[in-house]
């Protein structure tokens, strides 16, 4: 099995990435600020799937960064990924989102749960960005609280069949492959969830509402009727939930990345507006109090961007640990809600304006505390780590 946590050298390496992350950086920072900043507002007002970005990103070798070479990727780890989102989120949220799942969770439980079959199935058109896969476990009634989870799973023959209803499912108008978290029917234990993967043209698959958002992307319901798929499709059934929630740290951590991102995005744009707007007779950045949001901002990114490349840099057993990616997560998401409401306070009531790069930063900052577990729910985690409890 491939190990994807990062080297000995990239832990020690917390404080400064090291050359290979460095230009890894530079490409990525190089790549969304020339060919998807300025057209960061139009994707999200057009609502569409930006396959374009996606399909530079799989060129240039970021899209498959975390994935093994064998596979088509660049053989990189959690902290690669990471790496990657900060850069897109500091300037396009919509391609962020849209890169998540291919640098995420959903292609890494494939690559560390899957079998053999199903990595060659998927995982070379996912770097090449052809196969785009969504992540199903949301459902109407149960989001935080995934045991409460009412889609099953069961076995008939050789087949599997889900029922069910999910709900807030990101892509799943572009995806080719679902990991469906369900429940198996067989199994009356509270911890009997495990996930299957399930094909785009899969007869009892439905792509139901489309909800639009704060953020532009489309969110979707989906609907499993009978939905019959081979029982080689079955990703996680044997410790299940375990094994489920330990690959969703991945999640958290990416999507704290993400926030961090924003917040920087948010920060460049003010630092760049306080050295050229005149007020009181002066440039903005000449005021004290406005000198002092500026570096607050920075030390709060600073301090977010170490928690997160931390709880990336300690992987273990393919992903990050639960209580490192929870913390990462829960100062992330805040310190970018912050960050973004600082700098627009900056641009004063120009900040009001969708043109300037402002307002998009703190829309774009308020998906961070509700994507991937909340920060509640982070802090509930955390305080039984604390406790000892886990
Ligand atoms: C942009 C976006 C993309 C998403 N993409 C996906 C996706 O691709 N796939 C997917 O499956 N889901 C997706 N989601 C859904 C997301 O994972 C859920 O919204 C999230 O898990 C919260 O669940 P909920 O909305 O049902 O809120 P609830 O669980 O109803 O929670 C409501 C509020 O109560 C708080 N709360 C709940 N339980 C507790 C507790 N025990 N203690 C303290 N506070 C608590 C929560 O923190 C929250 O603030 C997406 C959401 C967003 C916004």
Not at 98 to 113: D, N, W
Not at 324 to 338: D, G, P, Q, Y
């Amino acid at each position: 099995m491939t190990d994807t946590t990062a080297s000995p050298a990239q832990r020690r390496a917390l404080y400064e990435l090291d050359d290979e992350l460095t230009e890894l950086r530079a490409l990525a920072r190089d790549i969304a600020q020339r060919e998807f900043r300025d057209l960061a507002l139009d994707w999200e007002r057009n609502g569409e799937f930006p396959w374009r970005n996606i399909a530079l990103l799989a060129e240039t070798g970021l899209l498959g960064v975390a994935l093994p070479e064998r596979y088509g990727g660049g053989g990189g780890s959690w902290l690669h990924a990471a790496v990657v989102l900060e850069e897109l989120g500091a300037s396009c949220y919509t391609t962020a989102m849209a890169a998540l799942g291919e640098l995420g969770v959903q292609t890494q439980a494939i690559l560390h749960y899957g079998s053999e079959e199903m990595r060659e199935r998927y995982l070379p058109g996912v770097a090449a960005g052809r196969v785009i896969c969504a992540i199903c476990m949301t459902e109407p009634d149960s989001g935080s609280d995934l045991s409460a989870m009412t889609t099953t799973v069961r076995e008939d023959g050789d087949s599997l069949v889900l029922n069910g209803r999910k709900t807030l499912i990101s892509r799943a108008d572009v995806a080719q492959v679902f990991v469906v978290f369900t429940r198996f029917a067989d199994d009356a234990g509270r911890r009997s969830i495990g996930a299957v993967l399930v094909d785009r043209d899969t007869p009892g698959l439905q792509v139901a509402e489309r909800f639009s958002t704060l953020g532009g992307e489309g969110l979707y319901g989906v609907v499993f009727d009978e939905c019959r798929v081979p029982a080689g499709n079955l990703l996680v059934r044997e410790d299940g939930f375990r094994k489920m929630l330990h690959a969703f740290n991945g999640q958290r951590c990416l999507n704290a990345a993400i926030s961090v991102g924003i917040a920087r995005g948010a920060n460049d744009a003010a630092l760049e507006h306080a050295r050229s707007r005149v007020a009181g007779g002066q440039l903005l950045g000449s005021h004290q109090g406005i000198r002092w949001i500026l570096a607050d901002n920075a030390i709060q990114i600073e301090a977010a961007r170490l928690l997160v490349h931390r709880a990336a840099a300690q992987a273990s057993d393919g992903f990050p640990r639960r209580y490192e990616s929870a913390v990462a997560k829960t100062f992330a998401n805040e310190m970018a809600l912050k960050v973004t409401d600082n700098t627009l306070q900056l641009f004063g009531g120009h900040g009001w304006i969708d043109e300037v790069p402002a307002e998009r930063y703190l829309r774009w900052a308020r998906y961070g505390p509700l994507g991937g577990g909340t920060p509640h729910i982070q802090r509930n985690g955390i305080a039984r780590h604390l406790l000892g409890e886990l």
